[in-house]
């Protein structure tokens, strides 16, 4: 049992480029978030979803893009790299509202 | 999303020396989670609460939820170096889908 797997672990991009963080669940999940933490900002929503189809935004979504196709992934597109967007990113799943979640191991992003 | 504020935002003890960071909101919550970081590592959940006045217990760490449901406490008594990471509590309250977490506690416990 996997849990929740991101894909790549660490990402240097420039400044325009784009590309996608991956995330995967094999615990048969509904909800699944991404979350970027900064220092001293704790975790911020950026996009989350409640079902395949389905995904909704949450506190920082500009610059991300998600989408929903099957239960188990989850990817998180960025479309115009910034510098602004250098942080760790974590992929989140849960069995419903209001449980615990479990996350990823992270993705470290540096734009420059 | 619901904001929760979380103090302090940094806390060092002694091994052998009790810790509590607390979870604030203005408004009504409907459940707590807290999860633990370690440095370098991502968030593990806890522990949930939803009853006010809640109380739950694992080893040393206790868990409140206060009784109007607008606050909640973690306290670990008698601190050892492998508590050492950041703590956040967060809450999925309301009619948004969303799980909202707070700014999180950063304990150093010194040896």
């Known amino acids: 049992n996997a849990g929740v797997t991101q894909t790549p672990k660490f990402q240097v991009l420039k400044t325009g480029q784009s590309m996608t963080l991956q995330c995967a669940q094999d615990?048969?999940?509904?909800?699944m978030s991404w979350y970027r933490q900064d220092p001293g900002m704790g975790l911020r929503l950026i996009h989350y979803s409640v079902g395949a189809g389905i995904t909704d935004q949450g506190e920082v979504p500009n610059g991300y893009n998600v989408s929903r196709s099957t239960t188990e992934d989850f990817p998180l597109r960025l479309l115009s790299a910034a510098p602004s967007q250098t942080s760790v990113y974590f992929c989140a799943s849960s069995q419903g509202f209001a449980r615990g979640y479990t996350f990823g191991s992270g993705t470290r992003l540096t734009v420059v | 999303g619901q904001q929760v504020m979380q103090i302090p935002q940094y806390q060092h003890v002694q091994e052998g020396e009790d810790f509590t960071t607390y979870c604030n909101s203005s408004?009504?919550?409907?459940?707590i989670q807290w999860y633990k970081q370690r440095p370098g590592g991502h968030p593990v959940f806890l522990i949930q609460l939803v009853k006010s006045g809640e109380v739950k217990k694992q080893k040393r760490l206790t868990f409140q939820f206060g009784e109007a449901k607008k606050n909640s406490s973690l306290h670990i008594t008698a601190t050892q170096t492998t508590d050492v990471g950041t703590y956040f509590c967060?809450?999925?309250?309301?009619?948004?889908?969303?799980?909202?977490f707070g700014s999180g506690t950063q304990l150093t416990v010194l040896p």
């Open positions: 615990m048969n999940h509904e909800y």
């Open positions: 967060s809450s999925s309250s309301g009619s948004a889908r969303q799980l909202t």
């Open positions: 408004t009504t919550l409907s459940n």
